[in-house]
């Protein structure tokens, strides 16, 4: 006698029609996990499973601040499982050793870290997506070490420092700060990856370097110093980019937004505000938003309220 189908593999088969057929396109968000375990009436964990079954066939895939979306471009029905689950979005397959070069492998490199984290890049890994042996890639850099580096510095190059202006040695480090919050937010990777003790010295970092030195050139302040504010602004958006890849890791496991997750604590968030002080009560009763990018414009502004304090005002530039 054959055993009965499992509950949540008749769910993926549904929305796996419902896709295939274009009733949902790509892009479009499918049923989340708690939506499921209402209308369905099973246990979130179901829920979960059937978001972890539609990534695995490669049906969706996972935004940060979005959920759980159509994936751009649906597999084929064909391919593997586990390799349609592995291959990175957007990472170009190009099929013959004499087209490498390093550019061309820095940029598959990247696509795989953005797709899947650090932990799945190897080169092996990138030799694969290109369709080459692992051995040939050798040829154009040394190991992942130097792949590494060469990966960081094209992503710190995708956007050109701001140039000094006008405005201030405030504004100009909040320009540069969030020039690097962009670059930690669109490589998840990035932040874990680059080091403040042990820089990577390669030539868009230096230039980032150098952007915050022309921003406090003038105000009368030793190298030093003006270092030490260029490790702190830096060290702030690292610190605080070190949570995005473990939150995209969490929404592609669970199938649940950050908001999504916070409505199933309700509960566990009830008894902890009874057991505490009143104070604690009436800030968890609040609608408190985790938003890393409004905790990042929150810090940054009292960071550089801190070094107003510590810094001359430049009163603006002529």
């Known amino acids: 006698m054959s055993r009965p189908e499992a509950p949540y593999l008749r769910i993926v088969e549904e929305i796996r029609r419902r896709i295939v057929a274009g009733e949902l396109r790509p892009g479009d968000q499918v049923p989340s996990a708690r939506r499921i375990s209402q209308e369905r009436g099973v246990a979130i964990a179901t829920a979960t499973k ?14 940060s601040g979005v959920g759980t ?9 064909g391919v593997p499982a586990t390799e349609r689950a592995r291959r990175p979005r957007g990472a170009a397959r190009p099929g013959g050793e004499g087209e490498l070069s390093r550019e061309r492998i820095v940029a598959v490199a990247i696509a795989v870290a953005d797709a899947d984290g650090m932990a ?9 997506e290109l369709g080459v042996a692992t051995m040939s890639l050798y040829r ?3 190991g992942k070490d130097e792949l590494l580096l060469h990966m960081i510095d094209a992503v710190l190059g995708e956007e ?3 140039p000094r202006s006008t405005e201030g040695w405030r504004a100009d480090l909040a320009r540069i700060a969030r020039l690097e919050w962009r670059f930690f937010r669109r490589h998840p990777w990035l932040a874990p990856a680059m080091s403040i003790t042990r820089p990577q010295l390669t030539p868009n970092a230096v230039a980032i370097t150098d952007g915050v030195l022309h921003a406090l050139d003038g105000l009368g302040l030793d190298s030093e110093t003006q270092l030490y ?9 690292r610190g605080l980019a070190t949570a995005i890849e473990p939150e995209i890791e969490a929404q592609r496991e669970t199938g649940l937004t950050n908001d999504e997750w916070m409505e199933f604590q309700e509960s566990r968030l009830a008894e902890l505000a009874a057991a505490g002080s009143p104070l604690l009560r009436m800030a968890l009763r609040n609608d408190f938003d985790f938003d890393l990018d409004r905790l990042f414009e929150f810090g940054l502004d009292r960071l550089l309220d801190g070094l107003a304090v510590h810094l001359p005002d430049d009163g603006g530039r002529p």
């Not at 994936?71 to 084929?76: G, I, K, L, V």
């Not at 260029?230 to 958006?237: A, D, E, K, R, Y």
Request: hydrophobic share 50%; proline share 6%.
């Open 50 to 63: 059937v978001h972890a079954a539609l990534r695995q066939q490669g049906l969706t895939e996972a935004r």
């Open 69 to 77: 979306v159509v994936a751009s471009a649906p597999e084929p029905a």
């Open 120 to 128: 799945e890049l190897s080169m092996r890994r990138v030799a694969t």
């Open 140 to 142: 154009y850099v040394a």
């Open 160 to 162: 050109k420092v701001p």
């Open 229 to 237: 504010v260029h490790l702190t602004l830096f060290s702030f958006g």
